[in-house]
Structure formats: C-alpha cells, structure tokens
Nanobody, 122 residues
C-alpha cells in the first residue's frame, strides 16, 4: 500500500533549474530513508541523493553542490531541487523509499515511484 507519486519533471535548459516532488503515503514518513535515483536509457540506475530518517543527506559526486534533497514532514513530501542543470542530468528520476532508517543500494529499495522524465537541452 506504499505509494510514491512524483511530479515536476520536464524540459530545462543547461544552467536552468527544476524542482521534483514526491508525495509519500503508506509509510511512516519521516521514519524511512528515502532517495532520488535516476536512469537514462541503456544505463544503470544510480543514486542521486538520499536522506536518512534522521535527516542526514548524501549526494552523488556528479550533483554535489547543484542538487539539494529535502523533505516536508507536514506534507509527507520529498523534494529534489536541481540547479545548474547539465545535459548529462537528462534521465528518468525515481523517488525511492526503504523500510529502514539508512539509505542503501537500488536493489534494496522497498518502494519506487513511477518516475518523472527530466530533459536538459538547449
């Protein structure tokens, strides 16, 4: 009964910004670790940013300083603010949740969102 509903994807120009949202239900938000993953066609799914139940955040080196993961407990929502977008950020972005407190790898994710496409192109 866990549901993760994503929104906010779309087209952006290099250097532009987008904000992704993930509305969570069926989990004891914020007691679950959560993350944003992304996957481009033909490529492996990779972790972009994650947050533990205690609020510790983790970022891939490729997005560090440009992306920010955050959560709004009152709204049971997870966000990914993406600034200074680059063409290599183009991918489908997935919201993910674990049943425990600390983020892990993709193959340990307990629930996935449907994905939202982000395209960065001039």
């Amino acid at each position: 009964q866990v549901q993760l509903v994503e929104s906010g994807g779309g087209l952006a120009q290099p250097g532009g910004s987008l904000r992704l949202s993930c509305a969570a239900s069926g989990i004891r938000f914020p007691y679950n670790a959560m993350a944003w993953f992304r996957q481009a066609p033909g490529k492996e799914r990779e972790s972009v940013a994650s947050i533990s139940s205690g609020g510790s955040t983790y970022y891939a080196d490729s997005v560090l300083g440009r992306f920010t993961i955050s959560r709004d407990i009152a709204k049971s929502s997870l966000y990914l603010q993406m600034n200074n977008l680059k063409p290599e950020d183009t991918a489908t972005y997935y919201c993910a949740a674990w049943s425990y407190m600390t983020p892990g790898r993709a193959d340990t994710v307990n629930a996935w969102g449907q994905g939202t496409l982000v395209t960065v192109s001039a």
